[in-house]
């Protein structure tokens, strides 16, 4: 299991946070996602753009996997880690499975859209991929102590839609 996987570093958590408000400035939801090289901290930080280029395709997470493929070149990212800030869709968890990830971190839970959540999954150190791609396993973790930061964001920013 990757060292990254106990305590988060709280530069990458910074790093999160200042992507997120990029996206809520174009528009979008505010949500980041880093996806970082454990053996040589390469790394690659999006945020949503789904609003900016109308794509419903451009999640942070989809969006920093391909860009840590073609900074790696290679579509296999088994030495990676995938962190974003909201729990990731279907499409994200399979894009991950895809990309053949070594883990994934999240901060906030999401019940309606959030891939575990919304399939009743328990996270854990082995989570199967099988019903996506074959074999593919990886370990998962819900981060706490931190939600409230991305929490905020995303409030203020629902909350000013509605005014």
């Not at 910074?14 to 809520?24: G, K, M, W």
């Not at 019940?111 to 199967?128: A, N, W």
Request: proline share 2%.
């Amino acid at each position: 299991m990757s060292k990254l996987a106990g305590a988060f570093p709280l530069n990458w958590i910074d790093q999160l946070e200042r992507s997120a408000l990029v996206a809520q400035d174009s528009g979008d939801i505010p949500i980041s996602a880093v996806c970082i090289d454990t053996l040589t901290g390469g790394y690659a930080v999006c945020s949503n753009r789904v609003e900016k280029i109308s794509s419903s395709l451009a999640h942070a997470e989809c969006l920093a996997l391909s860009e840590m493929q073609n900074k790696l070149g290679t579509r296999f990212l088994t030495d990676c880690i995938l962190v974003s800030t909201l729990e990731p869709c279907t499409m994200c968890m399979g894009a991950a499975a895809q990309a053949r990830v070594a883990g994934v971190l999240y901060f906030l839970s999401d019940e309606k859209g959030g891939y575990f959540s919304h399939h009743r999954i328990l996270v854990s150190d082995k989570v199967p991929m099988r019903h996506m791609l074959g074999t593919h396993t990886c370990w998962v973790r819900k981060v706490v102590g931190i939600e409230e930061r991305f929490l905020n964001l995303l409030q203020v920013f629902f909350q000013s839609l509605r005014e």
